[in-house]
């Protein structure tokens, strides 16, 4: 509810003869409700103006009037425009945790995928999960290079060549300031040469063939990682 009240005090020394000894009151409210129908929105309103005073009651009523009848039609346009504005709002769609491989696997790994992420980046990543690496399976596993190729043909259609160090050599520097979903991150175990890579996720995670592991997910935060860790690079994917 809208109420609006003036009181008005005339100074007698300064009008005309026909306006002295009076004191007026405006009160002037609103009330209005909205009324919710299928395919329908209805603004009720109620309306009150009052005015009291001791003399010259006609004059100063028909000035009441005559806002009241330029208010009205404004306030019944500036409403419909609103209501209509809230009617035409397009609803935004929730996002399809099933177009995700292993959404809950991705989300269990402080992994969160929405749809800004690049799901056919998951969808590459998810199925390889778990595959040992290639020195203690043969040619059916994958190392950190053939890990990073597969990912990339799946997920972008890019045929990724040589080793881990081709590829850092290949690729465009960037600052762990600047991961994002798709970079690479490699690293020097055990030597001073680049010779491990994998792929970065979200929130510090990356996917990688570990010696031991297989296709897994590590955090560059991890003591292991951060010693070893060489670099970030970024692959154009167009």
């Known amino acids: 509810m809208v109420k609006i009240s003036i009181q008005r005090n005339y100074d007698v020394s300064k009008t005309p003869n026909y306006f002295h000894n ?5 009160t ?17 309103f109620q309306f009150n ?5 001791n003399q010259e009651k006609t004059n100063i009523s028909v000035t009441g009037s005559i806002l009241l ?4 039609p404004l306030l019944v346009s500036f409403w419909g425009r609103y209501a209509n504005n809230n009617d035409n709002e397009t609803p ?47 040619g059916r596993g994958l190392d950190c290079s053939g890990f990073v190729k597969s990912v990339f043909n799946e997920a972008f259609g890019m045929q990724l060549k040589g080793s881990s ?14 991961l994002n979903e ?24 990356f996917a990688h063939t570990s010696s031991t592991a297989g296709v897994t997910i590590n955090d560059l935060n991890e003591n292991y990682y951060k010693a070893y860790f060489k670099g970030a690079t970024r692959v154009i994917i167009e």
């Open 49 to 53: 103006f009052t005015e009291l005073m």
């Open 69 to 72: 009848m330029i208010a009205f």
């Open 92 to 138: 935004v769609a929730a996002f399809d945790t099933l177009a995700v491989a292993g959404y809950t696997f991705f989300k269990n790994h402080d992994i969160h995928i929405d749809e800004n992420s690049r799901i056919a980046l998951y969808n590459a990543v998810y199925p390889l999960m778990g595959i040992p690496h290639r020195s203690r399976a043969g």
């Open 22 to 26: 009076f004191t007026s009151a405006f």
């Open 165 to 178: 160090r081709d590829i850092y050599r290949t690729s465009i520097p960037i600052s762990v300031a600047e």
């Open 182 to 205: 798709s970079d690479l991150v490699f690293f020097t175990i055990g030597g001073t040469q680049i010779n491990h890579v994998g792929i970065y996720l979200k929130n510090g995670k």
């Open 28 to 44: 002037f409210s609103i009330k209005y409700r909205k009324i919710s129908r299928p395919n329908n929105r209805i603004w009720h």
